[in-house]
Each structure stands twice: as structure tokens, then as C-alpha cells.
């Protein structure tokens, strides 16, 4: 969409990625699921921040500004928009880290870290890079011949199919609120407790095959299936099997039941045939088999689920008050958390309904919150773009209308699309190549950036106005 601009800004976020790994090692943070998905929110953020700067300058150059009078308006009036939806992430961050536990720390860490080397590299990096070009004499283009009118005709008035959008958020969020309460969620083994196994076999295997015909091993008279986790402990011919089968049962006879499946899901792995009784029971230094189990007790879950619920709520409530200083109405608030709020049911309905339903396992686990919490990094940062917007063009009158609502809306309409579809393609291809043990984290995320656009659009900004005094 940018030409040479994508390079620069591409640039810029390699650097952004290397600064937040070195200050990770710096401080001896341990890399986990939940921080790299602290790591995908910044980097989205650091995408959009370059972006806002350069749609900014695009419209300045619309309205007849020299090339470097635009660069310079284009910094100074995206400056309020991209510092806004990152110090109200930040703060997020903030409140995760304090009321957080493990994982949910783990998230907030990077996030933390990762805003503030994003707005480092995109206010700074890629000015550095435009001034010595300027300097140069070199030219600058902000866009290629394909992509030079994008967007700029656009006249499409989001308030008029506010109620559609409404009615068709309804009815969904019911629907999966329904699913919640009578289905439930697929609690993980950090909800619900487990066995965990380790297993050595004699030649390297693939976990994603391990936890596939597991799955088709560990299924309950009900015709249930309890995918495990399989995680690879050192070399790649010994894993770590950990699952939910039968775990709030106990006794010999589960014992046995338990240990019979684990054999069978994994006995076709070994390259020569491993009889039951030395799979058990071969105990040397280099047994190949069962060579360690223990039960996983729920209390940890305990903690993570009390620390998620309160990091959310407080989460909540800052954005409330952030939003209501910085804006001065409260309406703007009211809008932010219902779509926030919007997105978070949304997803976990999708997870409750179509569970079962997909190729692959649709489990709440650790991964699963911070997949949530990433969700609301991004819709909320979507919606504080708008929103800043929607007060620029607000002036001081302090009132709204319809027009100058879908003027907004329509105005940044280029860098929603641009910032979610980067983000989209980059999260579909981890999601398809990225291996079966992150696809479900990864489905959530491609949730989170489809719903968090919409909402910024049709549940945000209209849940807003309605709420707004209005000009006739």
C-alpha cells in the first residue's frame, strides 16, 4: 500500500522486535505463549502507529501541502491519536501486571515493554529515515500507482445500519452466552487439573501426531474426546503428555483405564515394537517408555482464574476513567468498554459453540487468556483511533451529528483496513503453518481482529453517539 514506505516501516518494526528481545534478556524474563502474544499485540500497534503517520500525511498532501510541511502536520496531528491508544494499552498493562498472576504477568511485561519501544521506533526511527531523505533530496512517495485513491471516495454512513449491526450483536452474543451456560467452555489442564506423563521413544516423533491419535484414544463413555497438551522435553524423542481423561476419577481401576489409553495412543511411535509391560516398567537411565508421571493439581488454575477475572474488571475500569479524562465525555467511555466487552463474549462464544466442531481443539488454557487480553489490547486500540478522530472533528461545539460522526469514521477508515488486514495475514499464516499445539491460541486471535474492527466501527462509535447530546 506504501511502496518504499513499507520497507522503512518494516524497518522499523524489525528493530522494534530486536529491542524488546534484548530488554527481555536483560531483566531474565523467560519467553512464554502468553509473552509472545504480548509481543503480537505491540507489533500490531507498532504497525498501526506507522500507519496513522502515513495516512495522516497522505491527507495533508490532499489538501495541497509541500512535501515537507506534510511529513511535519502528518507527525503532529497522528501524535495525539497514536500516543492515546498506546498509553491506554500501557495502562492496561499496568493494572494486568499488578492484579495478574504467571501467565497473565508474563503478558503484561511485554506489552508494557513493547509499547514503549514501538512508539520509540515509529516516532522516531522512521522521522530519522524521512529527514535524511528530505535532506537528500530524495523523493518520497506515499503510496503506489495501485493504491494512491484507496479509500479516499468513500461515503458510507455506519450509523444508518447501527440497529442492523446491533440486532445481529444480539442475537450472536445470546446465542453464545446460551452455549456458555448449558455447554460450558473446554477447560484445559490449567483449569481442571490433570496426568501429566513423560514419555522417551527410540526415534525423534511429531507432537501434533502424538496429540492426534491420543485424542482418538481418550475418549470417555460419553464419547467425549480430551485432546492432551504433548509438549517435546529436550530431544525430540521425548515428550511431556498431559491431559483432562478421567482426571476427577480415582482408583486402580482408573489407574489402569488411563494408562492403557496413554499405550495405545502412543505405542504405534516406537520404531520396534515396545511390548505394554516394558513400556511400563523399563526404569534403567535410558528407558525408552513411560519414565515419569504425577497428577497436575487444579490450585494454580485456581489463582489464574481470580487473577484473569480481577485483571479484567480493573482493566476495565481504568480504560472508564482514562477515556473519560482524556475525552471529557463520558459517552466516549461508554462506548469503549461496550465494545470491549462485545468482543471478549464474542469470542468466547465462538469457542463454546464451535467446539468439537473444528479440525482442531478449541481448549481454555493459559494461552486462551492471553489470547483474550490481546483481544482487548487490539479493539481497544482500534477504538481510541476513531475516537480521536470523532473529537478532532468535534471541535468545541462539545454536541455530535451524524455527519460528522461518518466523516470519521470514513476519514480513518484506510488505516482500520490497512492495520487489520497486515495484522490478519500475518496471524493466518502462523495459524496455518505454526503447528497444531498454537492453532487454537492463533484462532482466537484471528477472532479478536475480525470483531475488534467491527466493533470499533458498528458497536463503539455508535453505542456512543446514541448516547451523546446531539445537534439537530
Do not use: C
Not at 515394537?273 to 528407558?287: K, R
Not at 489470547?371 to 478522530?389: C, Q
Request: glycine share 10%.
Amino acid at each position: 500500500a506504501y511502496g518504499v514506505l513499507g520497507i522503512i516501516a518494516n524497518i522499523a518494526l524489525a528493530a522494534n522486535i530486536v529491542i524488546i528481545i534484548g530488554l527481555l534478556s536483560l531483566i531474565g524474563a523467560t519467553l512464554t505463549l502468553p509473552g509472545i502474544a504480548g509481543i503480537v499485540l505491540t507489533m500490531g500497534m507498532a504497525v498501526d502507529a506507522n500507519v496513522l503517520i502515513y495516512e495522516r500525511i497522505r491527507e495533508e498532501m490532499r489538501l495541497g501541502k509541500g512535501l515537507r510541511a506534510a511529513i511535519v502536520d502528518g507527525y503532529k496531528n497522528s501524535n495525539s491519536a497514536i500516543i492515546d491508544a498506546n498509553v491506554t494499552t500501557f495502562l492496561t498493562g499496568i493494572i494486568l501486571f499488578a492484579f495478574g498472576t504467571g501467565p497473565i504477568r508474563g503478558f503484561a511485561t511485554t506489552l508494557m515493554i513493547g509499547i514503549l519501544t514501538s512508539l520509540f521506533t515509529a516516532l522516531f526511527i522512521s522521522r530519522i529515515v524521512f529527514e535524511k531523505r528530505l535532506n537528500a533530496k530524495k523523493d518520497i512517495k506515499f503510496s503506489t500507482k495501485t493504491t494512491k485513491d484507496w479509500y479516499t471516495n468513500i461515503n458510507f454512513d455506519f450509523l444508518k445500519k447501527r440497529k442492523v449491526a446491533y440486532g445481529v450483536s444480539t442475537v450472536v452474543i445470546a446465542i453464545g452466552l446460551f452455549s456458555l451456560f448449558t455447554k460450558g467452555l473446554n477447560l484445559g489442564v490449567d483449569f481442571v487439573g490433570g496426568r501429566s506423563f513423560q514419555v522417551r521413544f527410540d526415534q525423534p516423533v511429531e507432537v501434533s501426531d502424538i496429540a492426534e491419535s491420543l485424542s482418538n484414544a481418550f475418549v470417555d463413555e460419553d464419547g467425549n474426546t480430551y485432546t492432551p497438551v504433548v509438549k517435546t522435553l529436550g530431544d525430540a524423542n521425548q515428550v511431556i503428555i498431559t491431559t483432562s481423561y478421567r482426571i476427577g476419577e480415582t482408583g486402580p481401576a482408573i489407574d489402569e483405564d488411563v494408562q492403557s489409553k496413554l499405550y495405545a495412543g502412543v505405542a504405534g511411535f516406537f520404531a520396534e515394537e515396545l511390548p505394554i509391560e516394558s513400556f511400563f516398567t523399563d526404569d534403567t537411565e535410558d528407558a525408552i517408555g513411560l519414565v515419569g508421571s504425577r497428577v497436575v493439581g487444579p490450585t494454580i488454575a485456581d489463582d489464574i482464574k481470580s487473577g484473569a477475572v480481577y485483571s479484567i474488571v480493573f482493566s476495565l475500569i481504568v480504560v472508564f476513567l482514562y477515556i473519560l479524562i482524556r475525552f471529557r465525555k463520558w459517552q466516549f467511555s461508554l462506548g469503549a468498554v461496550v465494545a470491549l466487552l462485545h468482543d471478549v463474549l464474542f469470542v468466547m462464544g465462538v469457542f463454546s459453540l464451535a467446539d468439537g466442531l473444528l479440525p482442531f481443539q478449541l481448549e481454555v488454557d493459559q494461552a486462551f487468556i492471553a489470547a483474550i487480553l490481546t483481544v482487548i489490547g487490539y479493539s481497544l486500540n482500534d477504538t481510541v483511533v476513531v475516537f480521536d478522530r470523532i473529537r478532532e472533528n468535534m471541535g468545541s461545539r462539545g454536541k455530535q451529528n451524524g455527519e460528522s460522526v461518518n466523516k470519521s469514521l470514513n476519514q480513518t477508515l484506510s488505516r482500520t483496513f490497512n492495520t487489520s488486514l497486515t495484522t490478519f495475514f500475518v496471524l493466518l499464516v502462523i495459524f496455518l503453518f505454526g503447528g497444531e499445539v498454537i492453532r487454537g491460541f492463533m484462532f482466537a486471535l484471528l477472532l479478536g481482529v475480525l470483531v475488534g474492527t467491527y466493533s470499533s466501527l458498528f458497536i463503539a462509535t455508535p453505542v456512543m453517539f446514541d448516547a451523546s447530546d446531539k445537534e439537530s
